[in-house]
């Protein structure tokens, strides 16, 4: 019988079989456990970014109207568990450890990859929790993703950009049409306006499997009154209703297109919805969705932010968020994965009025320190420091009260910032 560290060294061994881009081993396993996924209603995110802040929006708003609520992520910063959340809270280590003694056998001779794994567990769990709503996004793509199983009450497709073009594709058109593969017959997709190459490729898979065509910012408006790196402030319009003044943690302009997505979904359940219920939904994110390291700030004097930006998009968005930040001097402790587009990435990042710390997050996939130092144009603004213990207290012995530190590049560089910082979330 393994124990919960020994189960979690057993689920990670199956990261050696990789990716596998079919839905073959998935429906195997979900035979074997009595297709939990047909147990619950659900939500369906696809996207390169802003589908965890949309999947993170539509949780609370379901968790403040007073459902039971499932939500499915990935990847994880700290915990493992943090993938896995109802009712605001991680599924807990016992579950975790009895499902995967309970189904060892199975998945010995299926030999299916992590993410397969992880997602029959967080579909069984759900199922076992009686969850009335699971908010389900992506891993990779759509069309073949591993969650791409349930028939949701609605599709969502967040913005679209290059990323993981080796299973994707190499073009915007390619890639909308592997994250379209979400769409189901007669199953409203949602999705805000895009470039027309990506929404004609959206459109045309609507039409094909006969879906409703939502586009959530022509029938939803919002303005923000105020914004800084703790949060915003903004005024929300729908056809019926004015919600005025609502506060979430979050921040960001990119962010409307988010929140828009996510009330257009939470309006295919709740065509009028409460005003309180907007109100606490929005607010509440974090402590309903446990939703962590979008400019999040963790501590002041100096200012410590966290930032999984890790493609071009995203890290223009981050540097939008920067321009709120009123600090004296910014240290950035930047990692990225080697897979990723960081030649443009630093080609951004170099140009803020910042000092830049390089570093290597203790993952397979990172990229070396020098490796990205060799596509920066100014060296001069960079340092290097090899792991992440190191550039965490580079930035902050140097960093004064007035200062700011922020940690950026990936979701492993995250991960190991806190870990180097000792900090918990939970």
């Known amino acids: 019988m393994m124990n919960y560290k020994k189960s979690l060294e057993y689920l990670y061994s199956f990261e050696k079989f990789g990716i596998k881009y079919n839905l073959e081993n998935i429906t195997r396993i979900l035979n074997s456990l009595g297709n939990p996924q047909r147990n619950f209603k659900s939500f369906h995110i696809a996207g390169t970014n802003g589908k965890g802040t949309v999947a993170a929006m539509i949780n609370s708003l379901l968790a403040e109207s007073g459902h039971n609520t499932g939500l499915y992520t990935s990847p994880h910063i700290l915990d493992f568990r943090e993938r896995i959340i109802t009712g605001g809270k991680v599924i807990s280590r016992q579950y975790v450890t009895k499902f995967l003694n309970e189904y060892k056998p199975l998945f010995d001779k299926i030999k299916p990859t992590f993410f397969e794994i992880t997602t029959s567990l967080a579909f069984k769990y759900f199922s076992d929790k009686k969850v009335e709503f699971a908010v389900i996004e992506t891993g990779l793509g759509g069309r073949l993703d591993s969650t791409n199983v349930i028939v949701p009450e609605a599709s969502i497709i967040t913005g679209i950009s290059y990323d993981h073009m080796q299973y994707l594709g190499d073009t915007l058109e390619k890639i909308a049409s592997e994250k379209a593969g979400i769409i189901k017959k007669n199953i409203p997709v949602i999705h805000t306006k895009m470039k027309k190459n990506i929404s004609d490729v959206i459109s045309e898979k609507a039409g094909e499997m006969k879906a409703e065509e939502i586009i959530s910012d022509k029938i939803i408006k919002i303005e923000i009154k105020k914004s800084s790196h703790r949060g915003m402030t903004f005024d929300l319009f729908t056809k019926e209703n004015s919600f005025r003044n609502i506060s979430t943690p979050l921040t960001g302009s990119y962010n409307k297109s988010n929140f828009a997505n996510a009330l257009a ?43 999984v930006a890790h493609n071009p998009d995203a890290i223009t968005n981050l540097i939008n968020n920067l321009k709120s930040l009123n600090c004296r001097k910014l240290y950035i402790v930047f990692g990225m994965m080697k897979d990723k587009d960081y030649e443009k990435c630093i080609s951004m990042i170099e140009k803020l009025d910042a000092e830049i710390i390089l570093t290597h997050p203790a993952y397979e996939r990172a990229a070396m320190p020098q490796e990205l130092l060799a596509k920066a144009k100014n060296k001069n603004k960079f340092v290097i420091r090899y792991e992440v213990r190191e550039a965490a207290e580079y930035a902050l012995a140097k960093a004064r009260k007035s200062d700011a530190v922020l940690a950026a590049g990936s979701f492993f560089l995250i991960s190991d910032f806190l870990k180097a910082i000792n900090f918990k979330y939970f």
């Open 265 to 307: 979904a939470f309006i295919q359940v709740y065509p009028r919805p409460d005003a309180k219920i907007i109100r606490n939904g929005f607010k509440n994110v974090i402590s309903n969705s446990g939703f962590h390291g979008r400019f999040e700030t963790i501590s002041k004097k100096p200012a410590v932010i966290l930032d």
